[in-house]
């Protein structure tokens, strides 16, 4: 089984990727929050469609960087985890399903063999992996596809700090994706994932005036308790296998007040 080191088959494709000489893919994107309120408890939810800008497939993506919103809340304290190693060793079932960052997604990859396309369906799982050696937090995406081969990638995303309007960052290397014998590495065409998780856990609130500890859904991603003029920034920026960069920036809205 290959290995990427970092998350999100579907962030990776998850934004734009505006370079190339000639030609290069272009990806359209919404990234949104499942509860949008300042400060709630939410998923963060992605899908879009990559094209390319003369037609035909567009071309694999090799690294991708996405920049999260300031104040976006990831909180892992009390989660289970699911490493890397024992998904690629054992599979998804071996996996607490508390570990589950998220409910199961997909995506499409095409790749060219002679005349024809071939096309993979994939599933895709993420689990919350445990932290790497400095501490940062992993997201580690299982994904399967069945027909017309059976191929299962293990990719590992790992949240870092990131300069403002962005205050964490994801970096993802991206694995080259094998269909049948013959055809070119796949690349992906759409996607769709939604990432977050809940448990329940003791907090404290206050209650006439009085502070208690009380049982409740905790989650492990917040919206910021704040929202910029304009909307939420998001970027995106994704790299070949050779020199170009493609940059894409989106926005979601702000709660309505």
């Not at 390319?52 to 989660?79: K, R, S």
């Not at 799982?125 to 069945?146: C, E, R, S």
């Not at 017309?148 to 309007?165: E, F, K, M, N, R």
Request: charged share 15%; glycine share 12%; with cysteine.
């Amino acid at each position: 089984m290959r290995r990427a080191s970092i998350c999100l088959i579907l962030l990776a494709c998850a934004a734009g990727c505006p370079v190339a000489a000639l030609a290069y893919p272009t990806t359209q994107i919404a990234p949104a929050f499942s509860n949008n309120k300042l400060g709630a408890g939410t998923f963060v939810s992605f899908s879009g469609v990559t094209t390319n800008t003369t037609g035909g497939l567009p071309g694999p993506i090799h690294e991708a960087v996405i920049h999260l919103p300031l104040g976006l809340g990831v909180h892992t304290a009390g989660f289970a985890t699911c490493s890397a190693g024992v998904l690629e060793r054992d599979g998804p079932g071996a996996c607490s399903a508390a570990s589950k960052a998220g409910p199961l997604g997909s995506a499409v990859g095409k790749a060219p063999l002679g005349d024809s396309i071939v096309t993979e369906p994939v599933t895709i799982q993420p689990f919350l992996g445990p932290p790497d050696a400095q501490g940062h937090t992993q997201l580690v995406l299982y994904a399967n596809g069945v027909s017309p081969v059976s191929v299962q990638y293990v990719i590992v995303g790992t949240l870092l700090a990131d300069d403002p309007p962005f205050g964490q960052k994801l970096v993802i290397p991206i694995p080259e994706i094998d269909t049948v014998p013959g055809a070119q590495p796949a690349s992906i065409v759409s996607f769709k994932l939604a990432v977050g998780a809940t448990r329940v856990g003791r907090v404290k609130v206050k209650t006439h005036g009085k502070v208690e500890t009380v049982r409740a859904k905790i989650y492990g991603i917040t919206v910021p308790k704040r929202c910029p003029k304009g909307g939420f920034p998001w970027r995106g920026e994704f790299h070949d296998d050779g020199d170009f960069t493609s940059i894409v920036t989106a926005k979601s809205p702000c709660p309505k007040r």
